[in-house]
């Protein structure tokens, strides 16, 4: 990483001003003023695609192009008094606040124009590829949440943040817009009117702003703290040294929270924020259960997206059983948000990246993107899947077809299901319907270890029929059964196979919460 230095420092990378400066009196959400934008670069996902095929070679490449520009991008706008609050893949949201915050931003907004102009053409083994900027701008008093509860992030949240993403979305590649309320408080000469009322910015003076001050960009945080700000899994990974980059397959899960303005407007801040904090303390919960990794969290317009992944920076085998399960879980907890999921799986760059005083644990490629596209296909309360993904899970899941979409970039209709359930072992076991023949020897030890009351221990390579052959003597015996089985993702719950037996043995389904337990006793 460039300009490591103490445990501490590095911690603190991670987290904005904002987060490490946030009240005391630890309050869930403040109004700040200011100006936002969003600076999204276009063209760097097919430069990491190119450089997968380049293995670990292409990989370290990565890491030294998105660290270098992030570093030209970054210290532009620190200049200025920009604060990154969020990365989101190749696009970063700042926040300039202060005296003049519209001015600083606008004239950041040139600086990172004209570096993107002057070093956003990379030539690499496999060609040349050029990056270019569009950014949206908006300024006045934005709402920002602080959720999670061993793992935070500073989530922007409301009007303002909408309209500085909508800016950028009409924005073509180069330009920068801002809303017609940004450029009331700007120079008149600094912009063009467009035709569907934002200005576009052409006039602004190129300015270098003044020196970078450690002392107000790295404002002094305690190891503890900073700690909050880092993705679990990767706090130990710092802790060992350099995270590299690499090229991972990954399961990644985009959970957004939609129709968010609506619910400020209808319901107020304390209440929308108290749902999306048990979000954040569902997937929280998750990532510790089944070995997950919760990257953060990204505003969107009116809405959310919360990133879970599986695969990084530890894989298991049967990661898509674990990540189906946490969203399953997450969408069944009964919280009181619009909530969508988007699941996909696909080769991803990974790797700790960004500029000295802030960095991210970045996952980016196309795989991701397209896991945020079936998201934004999904209807509330379903957790689409991409059909390929289900290769990959081992008969576990209840799904609906859903009709093919065309996504961004894909020449082919995307095909999804709709994960209505997990399947239990127990329906799985129930589909073997096929006579068994030829195993009448071992049918009959089992069949008389049963008998007896007494145990049976089945053992073979996978794949052999050990399950068949426990379901063919259960059933010949004809005596009740309560099944259970040992999940490798259910680990960290303690008794897990206990509970089950205790509740199926007296009729209590594995999901009910207690409220339902008790009726059901």
Not at 123 to 147: D, K, N, Q
Not at 174 to 192: D, K, N
Not at 410 to 416: G, H, Q, R, S
Request: glycine residues 10%; proline residues 5%.
């Amino acid at each position: 990483m460039p300009g490591g230095g103490n445990d501490g420092a590095r911690l603190a990378a991670f987290g904005s001003r904002l987060a490490h400066t946030w009240p005391e009196d630890g309050r869930p959400w403040q109004v700040v003023d200011g100006t936002l934008g969003f600076f999204d670069v276009s063209g760097y996902t097919r430069l990491t695609e190119r450089l997968a095929r380049l293995g670990a070679e292409g990989a370290e490449a990565i890491t030294e192009i998105a660290d270098a520009l992030f570093v030209g991008l970054i210290s532009a706008a620190f200049a200025h008094g920009g604060d990154v609050l969020q990365f989101s893949g190749d696009a970063v949201l700042i926040h300039f606040t202060g005296d003049d915050h519209e001015h600083r931003a606008a004239l950041a907004a040139r600086a990172m124009q004209a570096f993107i102009g002057r070093e956003g053409s990379i030539a690499t083994e496999i060609g040349r590829v050029r990056l270019r900027m569009s950014v949206g701008m908006h300024a006045g008093p934005a709402t920002f949440a602080r959720l999670g509860e061993g793992q935070h992030v500073v989530l922007a949240l409301g009007e303002h943040i909408s309209r500085a993403l909508a800016a950028e979305k009409e924005a073509a590649a180069t330009q920068v817009l801002v809303t017609p309320e940004t450029a009331a408080r700007l120079p008149a000469a600094w912009g063009r009117p467009t035709p569907s009322g934002m200005v576009r910015l052409v006039r602004v003076p190129l300015d270098p702003g003044g020196p970078l001050d450690a002392a107000i960009l790295r404002p002094t945080v305690a190891d503890e703290v900073a700690r909050g700000w880092v993705p679990g899994p990767v706090r130990d990974l710092l802790a060992a040294g350099v995270i590299p980059g690499e090229h991972r397959q990954l399961s990644l899960a985009f959970i957004g929270a939609r129709d968010l303005d609506r619910r400020l407007e209808r319901d107020g801040a304390d209440a929308t924020v108290a749902r999306l904090q048990q979000l954040a303390v569902e997937i929280e919960r998750a990532q510790a259960e089944y070995d997950l990794l919760w990257v953060g969290a990204d505003a969107l317009p009116g809405a959310a997206d919360f990133v879970l992944v599986a695969g990084s920076p530890t894989a298991h085998e049967d990661d898509e059983d674990r990540l189906l399960t946490a969203c399953r879980e997450i969408l069944d907890a009964g919280i009181d948000l619009d909530l969508v999921v988007g699941v996909n799986r696909g080769r991803n760059f990974t790797g700790d990246v960004g500029h000295p005083w802030r960095r991210t644990y970045s996952i980016s490629g196309d795989a991701t993107n397209l896991a945020a596209r079936i998201m934004a296909h999904a209807e509330p309360g379903q957790l689409l899947v991409h059909a390929p993904v289900l290769d990959r899970v081992r008969g576990r899941v209840r799904t609906a077809p859903i009709a093919p979409f065309h996504a961004k970039g894909k020449a082919a209709p995307v095909e999804t299901v709709d994960l209505e359930g997990i399947r239990s072992t127990r329906e799985v076991a129930e589909a073997l319907t096929t006579p068994m023949l030829g195993r009448d020897d071992a049918l009959h030890m089992v069949g008389a270890a049963i008998a007896s009351g007494g145990t049976a221990e089945v053992t073979g390579p996978a794949g052999v029929g050990k399950t068949r052959l426990v379901e063919e003597a259960l059933a010949a015996a004809g005596a009740p059964v309560v099944r259970v089985t040992a999940e490798p993702f259910a680990r960290s719950r303690p008794l897990a196979a206990a509970r089950r037996l205790l509740r199926r043995s007296v009729g209590i389904d594995d999901d009910a919460d207690a409220g339902a337990a008790v009726a059901q006793w």
